[in-house]
């Protein structure tokens, strides 16, 4: 899964908030693909990157000749001790930038950065359908391990989730 040589893949900073929060708010806007219902800040995006960072998880940004095209980043699955090992990820691309390899490198570099933070589990949680999602995600031989049917509601409609899952080590995963 190498990387496409165009996407430069770097940690996200405060400057990138504009952008990102400008990804975010499309999918906010016009999908069912998050759940959030009111557009976020620059402000907003920025706390959320600090938070991530200051809890020692990556939150990364991919670029193409200096523009950002999407971002991924992890986090605390749950605030639960017993879940230290856990992760939960995600990723966003510009709505023109599906499909061309970016998430790829986005989720590449994010899953090793967890891998050697000592995380066990890697979980996705995605609101369906959405087979790009998917796919990315079964990329990176992460399993559909749950599916919770219309827990979610935006415009109008119920909208299932499902959970996919992968453990690092190689440890087993069953759905």
Known sequence: MSPRPDVVV??????????????????????????EVDEVSSADIAARIDKVQADRYPWLVALIAGRVVGYAYAGAFSGRCAYAHTAEVSVYLDSTAGGHGIGTALYGELFARIRHRGVHAVIGVIALPNPASVALHEKFGMLKVAHMPEVGWKFGSWIDVGYWQVNLDGGSVSP
């Open 10 to 35: 770097r940690d996200a900073a405060g400057a990138d908030a504009p952008a990102i929060a400008g990804i975010y708010n499309h999918y906010i806007r016009e999908t069912t693909i998050t759940f």
